[in-house]
């Protein structure tokens, strides 16, 4: 489960990075947008490498992740381990709250002060895995 759940959180973590990376660089609302779009850049090759991994680790433990969908409700993930077929919900609350620990990791942000829990409550999240 906790494969799944990684290789679900970050494969949205890389699309939202190599996004925010597009929208910076195309904005024209920064002076020095080289300079976000490497920070930006530096996260999205971080978690691609870790994305990489965590699909060795699902192949080599034998788990195929068949189907990913995302609603109102949150992400869910159907998935093979060894024959036996399981499936995984994560609601957005807990979905954003994990992406954003764990993007402020890979930024280097990780010590710094975090974001106010209300501010996440309004932003709107719509992103799919295709």
């Not at 679900?8 to 699309?15: G, P, Q």
Request: charged fraction near 25%; proline fraction near 3%; hydrophobic fraction near 40%.
């Amino acid at each position: 489960m906790s494969l799944v759940r990684s290789y679900l959180l970050l494969t949205f973590i890389h699309k939202v990075f190599e996004r925010d990376c597009r929208v910076i660089g195309k904005s024209g609302l920064f002076k020095m947008p080289q300079l976000y779009m490497e920070m930006v850049s530096i996260g999205a090759k971080k978690t691609a490498l870790m994305l990489q991994e965590v699909k060795r680790e699902l192949e080599s433990a034998d788990i195929v992740i068949s189907t990913v969908r995302q609603d109102q409700h949150g992400v869910e993930a159907q998935y093979k381990c060894r024959g036996t077929s399981g499936d995984i919900c994560i609601e957005w609350p807990s979905f954003r709250r994990e992406m954003t620990v764990r993007m402020r990791a890979y930024l280097g942000l990780a010590g710094e002060f975090p974001t106010a829990a209300r501010d996440e409550k309004v932003i709107p999240f719509a992103l799919s895995i295709r």
